[in-house]
């Protein structure tokens, strides 16, 4: 199946959504392309409808209000497509379980959002250790615990969240290892000022797990884990210093059944870097990012970007920069007149940039620092679809590679089922801090396909009896 529209919107999180709503309301012809089962992305992702009864939370709450207005507006969506190209001529292409599907639009907006970023230790890749954003799916999607004893470690608010959630579902959390230190998480008290909503939930998080009497052990990161039967993990935590490098200190000892780690979020960049579009490396905003302008125009002509994946910033500040983002799309497309864009424009400008402000504390917490990288151990896989370690990067570094790809082309560190979205910030990291500076190391090429495709689905039946087999060779 091929159609084409006026504006095609890859990824129906609050910034797509919210895009593909503002620019359907101006008249425009809007395809919304997501693989998730229905619109929310991560923050407001629905639950099955087995739970339909259970207590509403306020991100489903939101969640719900956002699928309603999709459901009663013109936005053509579709859910369950797997996207995994796009050509410069602005040609998506994309595989539902029907088959391949392809449309072409004349101005296309990606809202791919982020993805969850883990630095490696010894163990990292043990059955039992998930991410921080896993857990939360988790528990949000599925009403699951991610084990009945629960250690949860990294940095950033959804330390918290997921803590409280554990609690909440009846869980068991041996600590909260966090890499930040508490003088940290005050200094950015005063962004919660203008949410006063969020600075509840925050403290209710924190008044559940001093409730149950968690141990919260500030500065710390977990320094290896290990199997220690079939259902246990034995995970080893330490100090680190405002760096977040290891130092010498009392390490503790944690048995438990489950792991939820991770070390904040980085931009989901796979269209932008496929298309070759300009990025700018900003470790506090989520990494390598794609250069925008103020009406979140790339460098791309008709390739529009919007979300966490233009930097991290939290779900209130992507809707409300999506909404901006269909605007200046149907602007752009002769819908709306200058006049009309700068009127409905100018408040939603003002209210994004107090949302930014919260976002920002935020991802300030989860940004990477030097020490993590250099704590890395040696024998940590950093690829798991390849299993390359540390040392295997160290030593293509010391053999000559200078940069992302040719660390990809020497040791296949990013050639795996996830191309580099799992490995890829690390290993740039870790080229970076050998070589000086981060855009010298540069990032992963885009490749297709994005995700792993089965061959089958995207070629035509063949009948094999229809085959013109050439004729026998002379003996």
Not at 210 to 223: C, G, K, N, Q, T
Not at 320 to 341: F, K
């Amino acid at each position: 199946m091929s159609g084409t529209c006026d504006v095609l919107v890859i990824g129906a999180g609050p910034a797509g959504t919210e895009a593909a709503l503002s620019a359907a309301s101006c008249g425009l012809r809007v395809v919304l392309v997501d693989e998730a089962p229905s619109a929310g992305g991560q923050v407001y992702r629905a639950p099955p409808s087995t739970f339909a009864g259970s207590p509403a939370t306020p991100e489903g709450r939101a969640g719900d209000t956002l699928r309603r207005r999709l459901a009663e507006s013109t936005v053509d969506a579709y859910f369950g497509h797997v996207v995994w190209s796009v050509s410069p001529d602005l040609r998506v292409d994309a595989l539902s379980k029907d088959g391949p599907v392809s449309w072409s639009g004349r101005k296309i907006i990606v809202a791919t959002g982020a993805q969850e970023r883990v630095v490696p230790f010894p163990g990292w890749t043990l059955p039992g250790i998930v991410g921080l954003a896993g857990a939360t799916i988790l528990l949000k999607s599925q009403r699951m615990l991610p084990g009945r004893r629960t250690l949860v470690a990294g940095q950033g608010p959804l330390l918290l969240a997921v803590a409280a959630g554990v609690l909440k579902a009846g869980g068991t959390v041996a600590g909260v290892v966090d890499l930040a230190s508490r003088g940290e998480w005050l200094a950015r008290s005063p962004a919660f000022l203008t949410r006063p909503d969020l600075a509840a939930r925050g403290a209710g998080w924190l008044a559940r797990l001093y409730s149950a009497r968690v141990p919260v052990f500030y500065r710390h990161a977990i320094r290896r884990a290990a199997k220690r039967d079939e259902n246990e993990i034995e995970v080893t935590i330490g100090p680190v210093d405002q760096s977040g490098c290891s130092i010498a200190g009392k390490e503790r000892t944690f048995v438990v059944d489950a792991v939820a780690v991770g070390n904040g979020l980085v931009a989901s960049t796979d269209v932008t870097r496929l298309l070759r579009a300009d990025h700018a490396f900003d470790e506090a905003r989520g990494g390598w990012i794609p250069r925008i302008d103020a009406d979140f125009r790339t460098s791309i002509a008709g390739l529009y970007t919007v979300g966490d994946g233009t930097g991290i910033a939290g779900a209130a500040a992507a809707a409300l920069n999506g909404h901006l983002a269909g605007l200046a799309v149907a602007r752009d497309l002769g819908a709306l007149t200058s006049e009309a864009y700068e009127s409905q424009s100018a408040p939603l400008r003002q209210r994004a940039k107090q949302a930014l402000a919260i976002g920002s504390a935020m991802a300030g917490l989860m940004a990477l620092r030097p020490g993590q990288i250099q704590s890395i151990a040696e024998d940590a896989v950093v690829c798991r679809c390849e299993d390359v370690t540390r040392r295997d990067i160290d030593a293509a570094f010391a053999d000559g590679a200078r940069s992302a790809n040719q660390l990809k082309a020497w040791t296949r560190c990013g050639m795996g089922p996830c191309q580099g979205r799992i490995c890829g910030d690390i290993a740039s990291a870790l080229l970076a801090q050998a070589t000086g500076q981060h855009p010298r190391s540069g990032m992963f090429t885009g490749r297709t396909p994005f995700r792993p495709l089965p061959l089958a689905q995207l070629l035509e039946p063949v009948d094999y009896s229809e085959l013109k087999l050439p004729p026998p060779a002379p003996l």
